[in-house]
């Protein structure tokens, strides 16, 4: 079992919907990272998370430490969010480690 | 403010050559990270750079190494080169190392291995 997990790995919206897209971890963590990856292979961090919950635009993300859970919303969805989301954990077991999970494919239809 | 530069874009190299990739991270930042992409293993941790001493290192074979200089650029090498190898290599800048500091990527090196 991977120690990130994200769900769901495909997700396909209309226009304006709202998009929630999870990730649960199996370990201690000391943060998390939501990232974005567009075609073409640039990534972009968008949040990085180590209790509670962050918003900056239309993107939100939260994270539930005793659940070991986070989640990333958008509102109001719209093509430009087109992209690949990753989270990422720093590990703590030893040596830190960056674990990521094996990403989330969204496609916003117009 | 420049952002992370990351040279060569692309790169086809042959079974058994050895790569250098260099990164140079944004500037003010001291640690510096590599991760490989591939499709079938998504993203991996290669290592951090701090300082110019490696402070964590991921699950990779001694094949792939990398160091720091004094002014935050980093290289990483790879030595005989296998076909696995082929992958994206990305690398994130940051102020200081590890525990979810702010991490800011490059564009990515695409490396082919013939």
């Known amino acids: 079992k991977n120690e990130v997990e994200q769900s769901p790995q495909n997700l396909t919206a209309q226009e304006g919907e709202f998009i929630t897209i999870n990730c649960s971890y199996s370990?201690?963590?000391?943060?998390l990272h939501w990232l974005q990856q567009h075609p073409g292979g640039g990534i972009v961090s968008l949040f990085m998370?180590?209790?509670g919950k962050k918003k900056h635009g239309r993107l939100i993300a939260t994270i539930n430490i005793q659940e070991k859970h986070s989640s990333l919303h958008i509102t109001a969805s719209h093509p430009r969010d087109s992209a690949v989301y990753i989270c990422?954990?720093?590990?703590?077991?030893?040596?830190?480690?960056?674990?990521f999970g094996q990403g989330t494919r969204l496609t916003i239809n117009p | 403010k420049a952002g992370v530069t990351q040279t060569p874009r692309y790169l086809i190299k042959t079974r058994g050559q050895q790569v250098t990739l260099s990164c140079s991270p944004i500037?003010?930042?001291?640690?510096v990270s590599w991760y490989q992409q591939t499709p079938g293993q998504g993203l991996q941790f290669l290592f951090e750079?701090?300082?110019?001493?490696?402070?964590n290192k991921g699950n990779f074979p001694g094949r792939f190494s990398g160091r720091q200089f004094s002014n935050s650029r980093s290289e990483m090498n790879v030595s005989t080169l296998e076909l696995g190898d082929s992958a994206l290599y990305l690398c994130?800048?940051?102020?200081?190392?590890?525990?979810?500091?702010?991490?800011?990527f490059g564009q990515g090196t695409r490396l082919t291995v013939v």
């Open positions: 994130a800048s940051s102020l200081g190392p590890g525990q979810g500091r702010s991490a800011f």
């Open positions: 370990v201690g963590i000391s943060a």
């Open positions: 998370l180590s209790s």
């Open positions: 990422a954990v720093w590990i703590i077991q030893g040596a830190q480690k960056l674990v």
């Open positions: 500037s003010g930042h001291r640690s």
């Open positions: 750079y701090f300082s110019e001493t490696q402070r």
